[in-house]
């Protein structure tokens, strides 16, 4: 007797996610609210809004799982201050789910200790804000999201 195998199922990863979180909700780990709340993608903060006034955007990397945009790290910079700020957003697929999530900021020189706002958020991580006037950041991110971990720390960069 011959049994067919298929060779053409394919298991999208952010199907996995969505069933993880899904079991997760049920069991209690994340808000029983997060179902709607990730389809209607509420995480309405921005990275200059919960960094404060006079912070730009100067960079960003996002935590991709396949094609489904999982978070986004944000590297901010305050001319006015010499500041630089780092937030890791939820995106909408993730947004309302408590998720390990982390931002981090290192000014290269200044004698001190990689900044670090890391925990179980549902929207964002962060803001972590260091003074970083005529000198390098190495700036990061992550988030934890049903099949992995997903991070980023850039190089030294950014200089001035």
């Known amino acids: 007797m011959h049994i067919p195998v298929r060779t053409d199922?394919?298991?999208h990863r952010s199907a996995v996610i969505?069933?993880?979180i899904a079991a997760l909700?049920?069991?209690g780990a994340v808000p029983a609210h997060a179902a709607s709340t990730e389809a209607a993608g509420t995480n309405t903060a921005?990275?200059?809004g919960i960094?404060?006034?006079?912070?730009t955007?100067?960079?960003s990397h996002a935590f991709l799982d396949s094609t489904t945009e999982l978070g986004r790290v944000y590297l901010l910079y305050n001319a006015s201050t010499k500041s630089n700020c780092v937030v890791t957003l939820h995106s909408s697929s993730?947004?309302?789910f408590a998720l390990p999530t982390g931002a981090w900021l290192d000014v290269d020189g200044d004698g001190k200790e990689q900044a670090k706002a890391q925990g179980t958020y549902s929207s964002y991580a962060g803001p972590v804000r260091l003074a970083a006037g005529g000198r390098?950041?190495?700036w990061g991110g992550m988030i934890e999201a049903g099949v992995g971990a997903y991070t980023f720390t850039s190089p030294w960069e950014h200089c001035g």
Do not use: E, P
Request: net charge positive; proline share 0%; glycine share 16%.
């Open 51 to 55: 960094c404060g006034s006079g912070y």
């Open 57 to 59: 955007q100067i960079d």
């Open 136 to 138: 390098c950041v190495k």
């Open 9 to 11: 199922v394919r298991i």
């Open 94 to 96: 993730t947004g309302g």
């Open 18 to 20: 969505a069933s993880t």
């Open 25 to 27: 909700a049920a069991l």
């Open 46 to 48: 921005t990275a200059a």
